[in-house]
Nanobody
Framework: QVQFVESGGALVQPGGSLTLSCTAS????????MSWFRQAPEKERELVAA????????DYAYSVKGRFTISRDNRKNAVYLQMNSLKPEDTAVYYC????????????????WGQGTQVTVSS
């Protein structure tokens, strides 16, 4: 059974930093690219960042490029998202999932999603 458990979300002031963590189980973690998605209220879920199996390639949404960093630890079946210079528009529930890239577009590998972790950026 595929499972994702996200953590690390919080209320933070604009300009602040957070690191999100996700642990995955139920599939061969090291054989998959991984990703972070987010969903803001009344908006569709969107890709934030993706990382290939060996961390050779990292892709970011234009809106977070230069501020967010994705990383992974295959020994721990974990993926991380370091978020700096946070903005109010980063407010959302953040989710992780395995990912695949088809035609240059990253999509979630599994329909199973974790509970997500809430990030709120506000003064």
């Amino acid at each position: 059974q595929v499972q994702f458990v996200e953590s690390g979300g919080a209320l933070v002031q604009p300009g602040g930093s957070l690191t999100l963590s996700c642990t995955a189980s139920g599939f061969a973690f090291s054989s998959y690219s991984m990703s972070w998605f987010r969903q803001a209220p009344e908006k569709e879920r969107e890709l934030v960042a993706a990382i290939t199996m060996s961390s050779n390639t990292k892709d970011y949404a234009y809106s977070v490029k230069g501020r967010f960093t994705i990383s992974r630890d295959n020994r721990k079946n974990a993926v991380y998202l370091q978020m700096n210079s946070l903005k109010p528009e980063d407010t959302a529930v953040y989710y992780c999932n395995a990912a695949s890239r088809v035609g240059g577009i990253w999509t979630a590998e599994y329909n199973a999603w974790g509970q997500g972790t809430q990030v709120t950026v506000s003064s």
